[in-house]
Structures are given as structure tokens and as C-alpha cells.
């Protein structure tokens, strides 16, 4: 298994946030995990990530219960499980090159041939390679986003998550990212946690979705189910509340 959560539990300011959330999935295997804003989709990443740590519960990633690791073994996770966020531009330094941005990882461990490296990564996330030589600011959403994914590719992870990765992009390059995702995914056998307020896009991406609601798991299925088939009445409320959106555009 190469990830299993077992009753995760997050306590904010008095307030269960996370409530005994489970589920796990194997390596290469891609999952999605919706609900709307505020359900704990964000705190359960987080947790997952060991950003910060959880009040109840245990992770196990790669064989190992991370979920109160330290110090250089919990550093050694981070190279194995590496994350996207929402907003690519704020993930880079402004007054770095995107070509040195890409490279950081491979220079902090100490890797061989960085600049060929970054080139390759750029490539793999079809960049054309003069981008390196630019700043985030210069360069589009979804070109800074791909350039996000190409530093998260550097050191090789299983584990990749993203959480709301494409919500910032408009419709055709979200899909585009998505495409390009699920293809690194395939190609390179990485697991990908797809975290997301938009049920939508996912039956191009995962296989398998997971449904929150208030801090807990209100349902997981294959994809193509969830949707047809919806069982719980908060993921009918989720897939109306799409319909909406998408008339209202
Ligand atoms: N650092 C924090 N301190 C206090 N409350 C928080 C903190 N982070 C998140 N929350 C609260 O936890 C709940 C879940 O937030 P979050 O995980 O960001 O939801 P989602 O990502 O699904 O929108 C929300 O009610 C949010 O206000
Ligand atoms: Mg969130």
C-alpha cells in the first residue's frame, strides 16, 4: 500500500475539522477527493504532508507510519511526496529565474547535471526550454503551473498531490493540465491524490473518488458511479451545485 490514512482527526480552535477520516490506495493508483469549501480538504493534505500534525490518527506512507516522524526522515518523505497548490505563481520566488526554480530540488540534494536535468523536466511538461529563463510573473497561469509540476518531478516522487491545481485556470487549460497529469502519472507509474471542489473534471484524471463532507467521508467509488450514481445526499447536493455553475457561465 502506498497510502493509508486510519482515522485522521484534526482539532482546530476546539472545532473537529477532520473526524475519523480512513482510506488508502496503492501505488500508481489515482484518486480524487471532493467536497465543497470548508469540508477539510485542505487540513487532510496538509496532515497528509506533514505540515502539520494531526490531533488523532495515523498516515503510512511507503510502508512507514510517518504520521509523528522528524527531522531527516521526515525530509527523506518530503523528496518521496511532493505537492501542487492552487496558485503556481506563489509557489516560485519572484526574483528567481523559473529554470533555477525547477532546478532548486536537484541542487539541494546534491544532484548531478542540473541545468540537462531541468531541461528534460521542462520538456516533460511541455515547456519549451527558453521558459527558464524567465520569472513566474512573465510567463501565464498554466505555463507557471506546468512549471510547478516539473520542480515536483525533479527528485522523482511516488506520491504527487495536488490540491485544487487547476482552480485558478480557466476551462481549456485546466484541461490541458489535467491531460498532462494524468499522462505523467501513467508514464511514470506516480500515485496522484487530485484534490478538488470540482467533481467535473475528474473522470478524465481518476479513477476512483472520494466524497467529504464536513470533515468526514461521506463516499468513495469509481468515478463513473459517483457521478451516475450518486449515494449520498452531499455528493447530489455537489454535482447540482455543478449544473448551476455551468449554466450560470
Ligand atoms: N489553521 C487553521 N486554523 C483554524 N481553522 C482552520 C485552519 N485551517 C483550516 N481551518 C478551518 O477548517 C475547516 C476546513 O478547512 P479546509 O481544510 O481549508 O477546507 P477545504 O480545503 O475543503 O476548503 C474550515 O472551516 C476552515 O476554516
Ligand atoms: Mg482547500
Known amino acids: 500500500m502506498m497510502l493509508k490514512v486510519d482515522g485522521l482527526r484534526k482539532i482546530f480552535d476546539g472545532r473537529v475539522v477532520l473526524d475519523g477520516v480512513s482510506f488508502e490506495f496503492d501505488a500508481g493508483e489515482r484518486l480524487g477527493i471532493v467536497g465543497r469549501s470548508g469540508c ?6 496538509k496532515l497528509i504532508a506533514r505540515l502539520i500534525d494531526a490531533d488523532g490518527g495515523s498516515i503510512t506512507f ?9 527531522g531527516v526522515r521526515l525530509r527523506a518523505v518530503y523528496r518521496k511526496m511532493q505537492m501542487i497548490f492552487q496558485n503556481p505563481e506563489e509557489a516560485f520566488n519572484p526574483r528567481r529565474t523559473l529554470g533555477w526554480s525547477v532546478g532548486e530540488p536537484l541542487r539541494r540534494w546534491s544532484m548531478p547535471n542540473v541545468e540537462a536535468r531541468v531541461e528534460e523536466l521542462l520538456k516533460a511538461v511541455g515547456l519549451p ?6 520569472y513566474p510573473h512573465e510567463v501565464s497561469g498554466g505555463q507557471c503551473q506546468r512549471a510547478a509540476i516539473a520542480r515536483a518531478l525533479a527528485l522523482e516522487p511516488k506520491l504527487l498531490i495536488c490540491d485544487e491545481a487547476t482552480s485558478a485556470l480557466d476551462v481549456k487549460v485546466q484541461a ?3 491531460g498532462l497529469l494524468r499522462r505523467l502519472s501513467v508514464e511514470r507509474g506516480i500515485a496522484l491524490l487530485f484534490i478538488t471542489h470540482n467533481l467535473a473534471i475528474l473522470p478524465t484524471l481518476v479513477e476512483r473518488v472520494m466524497v467529504m463532507h464536513d ?3 461521506v463516499e468513495t467509488g ?4 459517483v457521478i451516475k450514481r450518486p449515494q449520498s445526499e452531499w455528493t447530489r447536493e455537489l454535482l447540482a451545485a455543478e449544473i448551476f455553475s455551468t449554466e450560470a457561465n
Open 40 to 45: 477539510g480538504k485542505s487540513t487532510l493534505v
Open 62 to 70: 511507503d510502508g512507514e507510519d510517518i504520521t509523528r516522524l522528524t
Open 129 to 134: 526550454v527558453e521558459l527558464a529563463k524567465r
Open 176 to 178: 490541458q493540465v489535467t
Open 215 to 217: 470533515g468526514r467521508v
Open 222 to 225: 469509481a468515478v463513473e458511479d
